[in-house]
């Protein structure tokens, strides 16, 4: 038996996480108009491209740089999009180191959304603009 209370905290959580992952995924699809649709967090920013036209978005990646990332799932062409996007990440004060790096690469459940969801935090908090 569920106790009532453990329930209600548990439903309230698990619904605050889904709207909060909903919004995550309408910021990225309808505000900020990616280059495709974001579906499913872990497997779509895997390989660093859609992060890197989130950071161009606000100006932080130059259209140079952007251009010169990969929508491939090769491993080779994840570390070096994730090599141009980790400077950036670290001057915004997010911790991207090689363990974050492998959770999101490796589609780690929850990586990649909580990766977004700081760099959006930082991001609201007047780094630029769309």
């Known amino acids: 038996r569920i106790h009532r209370r453990a329930f209600h905290c548990t439903f309230k959580s698990f619904h605050t996480l889904c709207c909060s992952m909903e919004l995550l995924r309408r910021w990225c699809n309808d505000e900020l108009q990616l280059p495709r649709s974001v579906r499913k967090f872990e497997s779509d920013l895997a390989n660093g491209f859609l992060l890197g036209h989130v950071l161009a978005k606000y100006g932080l990646m130059t259209p140079s740089e952007v251009e010169r990332l990969v929508d491939r799932n090769a491993p080779d062409a994840k570390i070096t999009n994730f090599t141009k996007i980790q400077p950036v990440l670290s001057d915004l004060g997010i911790k991207f180191d090689s363990n974050?790096?492998?959770?999101?690469?490796?589609e780690a459940p929850g990586a990649a959304s909580r990766l977004l969801q700081q760099l959006k935090i930082k991001l609201d908090r007047g780094v630029g603009s769309v």
Not at 100 to 106: E, H, I, K
């Open 100 to 106: 974050v790096a492998n959770s999101v690469m490796t």
